[in-house]
């Protein structure tokens, strides 16, 4: 579950900003995925200040199961993205420990999608962007 919340950190931080392309990174975006058998939901708010704020909902066959909140700092670099998760549910975090730490490979940003692979996971997590007062659907199905 902590890699599920880091990977997901790890894509928010490569959505937040880009040396010469911070601004099309900075807002809302919504991705879902599966990771360590864990389905969830997240909602991730990339600030010009290079930091984030990310909002999960894990589910069980669409069931509602629990929620969570992190908040770290991004970076861009070329087509590197960066992330630093700080607090998980308000609890400060080790910056020592590199399960809080991710880099994500942007294979793909072009407009309101970004597609990006955790480097250590080797999953690919698809990025959309979205309004910012969205919140996570009800039912936890949307695929």
Not at 54 to 81: I, M, N, P
Request: a neutral charge; hydrophobic letters at 40%.
């Amino acid at each position: 579950m902590r890699r599920a919340t880091r990977s997901v950190l790890a894509l928010s931080m490569l959505l937040a900003s880009a040396a010469g392309a911070q601004a099309p990174f900075v807002g809302a975006w919504f991705t879902e995925g599966t990771e360590n058998h864990h389905h969830f939901l997240v909602v991730i708010a990339n600030k010009p200040d290079h930091t984030f704020e990310k909002h999960f909902r894990y589910f069980d066959t669409c069931v509602d199961q629990r929620r969570s909140a992190e908040t770290g700092a991004w970076k861009l670099t070329g087509a590197r993205y960066f992330e630093q998760t700080l607090t998980v549910n308000g609890h400060s975090t080790s910056m020592a420990d590199p399960y809080y730490r991710g880099t994500f490979d942007i294979g793909r940003m072009d407009g309101g999608l970004v597609v990006m692979t955790d480097e250590v996971t080797h999953l690919t997590w698809r990025l959309q962007r979205v309004a910012d007062d969205f919140k996570v659907p009800d039912g936890g199905c949307t695929s």
